[in-house]
């Protein structure tokens, strides 16, 4: 069974105050990782997708990164914008298309 | 842009009501999914469908059924709605001949009492 654990569930930081959110994962066999942003009462929006340990991808202040066992998503000088709660997930490479999620890191960015 | 659409926003709905909610999405997508999301248990799958008629359970299909009569819409059925169905419910859709990335809607808060 695909098990996803994102630490910490909440994050407070000051504005500009940089760091990182974390997503280990267990699955038989990684066919893909993806983190989403989720506003307070919205969907969540699809933010990266990684498929390889040592893969990084930037969109902004966010950079995500890749081993074999976890991701990080990294969020430098973080403006009040930033604050949501960020989502983990998997896919396995077997069986259907469905995606396994962590319970997410909330995270608010004070001014 | 992907559009999901979910036909509403806010519901309020009496214990043991037939309850419907709709979910449409305009990228010819194969997969479509449904979860409900509740404080501390996260995103939760209920059922999803891989084509056109086609659906398969998810974690927690207990209490709910669905239905894909065309390809750009699934629907969620509670048979008989009961007071811990009361949540928010997420559509969402993929592509995965191309990727995995899901799509969601803005969700539905439904709420049964």
């Known amino acids: 069974e695909d098990q996803v654990t994102q630490s910490p569930e909440a994050l407070r930081l000051q504005e500009g105050e940089s760091s990182s959110l974390n997503c280990s994962y267990t699955v038989s066999g990684l066919r893909g990782l993806f983190w989403y942003r989720q506003d307070p009462g919205k969907g969540p929006e699809f933010l990266f997708t990684l498929y390889s340990a040592g893969e990084e991808k930037e969109k902004e202040r966010l950079k995500a990164t890749l081993t074999k066992k976890e991701s990080f998503l990294h969020i430098t000088a973080p403006k009040p914008e930033d604050s949501a709660t960020y989502l983990c997930a998997v896919r396995s490479n077997s069986g259907y298309s469905t995606l396994t999620f962590g319970k997410g890191t909330m995270l608010l960015v004070s001014p | 842009d992907v559009k999901v659409t979910q036909s509403s926003r806010y519901l309020v709905k009496r214990t043991g009501e037939k309850v419907f909610l709709e979910c449409v999405q305009d990228m010819d997508h194969e997969n479509m999914f449904w979860y409900r999301q509740d404080p501390g248990l996260g995103l939760r799958l209920i059922y999803f469908s891989y084509d056109v008629k086609m659906k398969e359970k998810g974690d927690i299909p207990e209490g709910y059924s669905v239905s894909r009569e065309k390809k750009e819409r699934f629907s969620l059925i509670l048979e008989s709605a009961s007071t811990n169905q009361t949540s928010m419910y997420l559509c969402?859709?993929?592509?995965?001949?191309?990727?995995?990335?899901?799509?969601f809607g803005a969700g539905t808060r439904l709420s049964v009492l």
């Open positions: 969402a859709s993929s592509f995965s001949a191309r990727s995995d990335i899901q799509y």
